[in-house]
């Protein structure tokens, strides 16, 4: 496990990144946070998405969210100014790609569209750009399968909140190369950040252990077991988590998770991930968690 940045050992050489502008493909929660830190961290960011409104949306949240930052005194207003002058928003791929060392892909967690993203960019990018996907489980392999060039592709799982989650998960595929790996391990402690360094499996290895306590409270939920907020306190205050599955679930997305579960069970064939039918249900009725307003708890 790497705590403190990159190290020799698996093959893995001690050396500098390389990557001076990143571009980040998809401005939902995940992909504007993303942005925000690597803008923090002194990087060139471009933020790209086809849907206007989004865009305009993710560059005032993070305009928002390091204001917050200044006023908290968590952020100097000098950084936090220069880091809205690094970033930049864009509704050409073309333009955001240009010039970028590494390209993120932040879509939502859908294979197809997954690997049209990332064929995507690879069509515009230089020789030499680093691909990576945020995705919280799917087949790192099983995208890089459909790029020219697959050791270029490696998984940077992010957590959210970006900017407060102090970990990255790094994904190795069967094909990502020694170079990539190492530069994404010196990225990730460029951005503040620690990471572990996991093979390409389902669920990797935080999805894989989160997914089975959250989908377990869910199930406790729906047999009545104890309230939401007492399976939350339980967990906080008994086994010293942070937060408790239930908010967490919120906080993720409900709809993640869901997709999530279901792409794990249909993967390791484990019941321990078959999604519960009151999860589907909260999805279907648009009960999200936070961005919805509404999951297992209300939010403003």
């Not at 401005?27 to 946070?33: K, L, Q």
């Not at 997914?211 to 406790?220: C, N």
């Not at 399976?231 to 997305?253: E, F, N, S, W």
């Not at 579960?261 to 999200?288: I, K, N, Q, W």
């Amino acid at each position: 496990m790497w705590t403190g940045g990159p190290q020799g050992g698996d093959g893995l050489s001690v050396g500098w990144s390389g990557i001076g502008r990143v571009a980040v493909i998809g401005a939902g929660t995940m992909g504007r946070g993303i942005a925000q830190v690597a803008a923090m961290a002194g990087h060139a960011a471009a933020l790209y998405d086809v849907d206007a409104g989004q865009l305009e949306r993710a560059l005032a949240g993070i305009e928002v969210t390091l204001d917050k930052g200044v006023r908290l005194g968590k952020v100097a207003e000098a950084d936090s100014d220069a880091a809205l002058a690094r970033l930049e928003g864009t509704g050409s791929l073309r333009e955001a790609v240009e010039g970028a060392e590494l390209v993120i892909e932040a879509v939502p967690e859908v294979m197809a569209l997954k690997k049209e993203v990332l064929a995507g960019v690879e069509a515009v990018a230089g020789t030499g750009t680093y691909l990576a996907t945020n995705t919280s489980s799917l087949s790192i392999g099983e995208m890089a399968a459909g790029l020219r060039r697959p050791g270029f592709l490696v998984g940077l799982h992010f957590f959210n909140p970006v900017h407060i989650m102090p970990l990255v998960e790094v994904v190795q595929g069967v094909e990502t190369n020694v170079r990539t790996c190492n530069a994404a391990l010196w990225f990730v402690k460029g951005l503040g950040k620690e990471s572990i360094l996991v093979h390409d499996s389902p669920g990797f290895a935080t999805s894989r252990l989160g997914i089975v306590l959250g989908l377990e409270a869910i199930r406790m939920v729906e047999t009545g077991v104890a309230s939401p907020e007492d399976i939350d306190k339980a967990m906080v205050l008994g086994y010293r988590h942070p937060m408790g599955p239930l908010r967490l679930t919120d906080l993720v997305g409900l709809d993640v998770r869901l997709e999530i579960a279901r792409h794990l069970h249909a993967t390791l064939g484990s019941d321990a991930f078959r999604p519960p039918a009151l999860l589907e249900r909260m999805v279907a009725e648009g009960r999200l968690g936070k961005k919805s307003g509404r999951g297992f708890y209300e939010w403003d």
